[in-house]
């Protein structure tokens, strides 16, 4: 089973960038879709980027309107890691940001890691 944790969160001012990372402790082979979420103060969870690990469109990316030219969602398959690369940030970026994996029946979520961006 795949056990996914996140890092790289932090308090970061406006305009700033961050890093995050998702580690697999397992393969993810299996894994059809990752992604990122991330979870507003008093909102709901919703969703940042995709990125297709598997299938035809392997590799195709897809992002919120409101962090499109400004995140970038990646894979390195060799550390079984997952990246959330956030340039540009914004106020509005703060929230606690979960990565997941999609296989078969399962969707695997991670602990979540702080985002915070000041003004």
């Known amino acids: 089973q795949v056990q996914l944790v996140e890092s790289g969160g932090g308090l970061v001012q406006s305009g700033g960038s961050l890093r995050l990372s998702c580690a697999a402790s397992g393969s993810i082979s299996g894994v059809r879709v990752m992604g990122w979420y991330r979870q507003p103060p008093g909102k709901q969870r919703e969703l940042v980027a995709t990125?297709?690990?598997?299938?035809?469109?392997?590799?195709?990316?897809n992002y919120v309107d409101p962090v499109k030219g400004r995140f970038t969602i990646s894979r390195d398959n060799a550390k079984n890691t997952l990246y959330l690369q956030m340039d540009s940030l914004k106020p509005e970026d703060t929230g606690v940001y979960y990565c997941?994996?999609?296989?078969?029946?399962?969707?695997?979520w991670g602990q979540g890691t702080q985002v915070t961006v000041s003004s």
């Open positions: 990125i297709t690990t598997g299938g035809s469109t392997v590799g195709s990316t």
């Open positions: 997941n994996a999609i296989k078969p029946g399962v969707v695997l």
